[in-house]
């Protein structure tokens, strides 16, 4: 399956990662408008790229070597070169607690609209059975 070739043997291959570039969460309304007051054509605020879709993955479910990841793609927003994005991916418990936060970035966002990523999360056995959810977020980059 694809989404079990990113976990080779006894180690975790890191692929790329991203989300909405200013924290915007992978639940955003694409439709939503902006809240810029009254600056029409004004898309400062708007980010350059969103995550358009993430989901928890699990392999080795049930055993000592359980393992966990979020694979998603992020999406191009506005229309501006970009050529460098960062991805925040955060594993939360059952309670909605943040179990790891994981900052990866992207490999090449030079050519495209959209970019797949994968975050595997750092424990295994119990500790990634504990992953109950996640939040995909592109970081802000200055």
Do not use: K, Q
């Amino acid at each position: 399956m694809r989404r079990r070739r990113f976990l080779a043997g006894a180690g975790l291959v890191v692929s790329s990662v991203l989300a909405g570039c200013n924290g915007t969460e992978t639940d955003d309304d694409p439709g939503s408008s902006d809240t810029d007051d009254g600056d029409d054509g004004d898309d400062e605020d708007e980010p350059l790229a969103r995550v358009v879709e993430s989901e928890l993955v699990r392999e080795r479910e049930g055993t000592d070597e359980e393992r966990v990841a979020v694979e998603g793609v992020v999406e191009r927003v506005r229309e501006e070169e970009i050529t460098y994005l960062e991805v925040r991916v955060e594993f939360l418990g059952e309670e909605g607690e943040v179990l790891d936060s994981t900052v990866e970035h992207l490999d090449d966002v030079t050519e495209g609209d959209r970019w797949p990523f994968t975050v595997a999360f750092s424990g295994v056995g119990e500790a990634a059975a504990r992953v109950t959810d996640h939040s995909a977020t592109v970081v802000e980059n200055p």
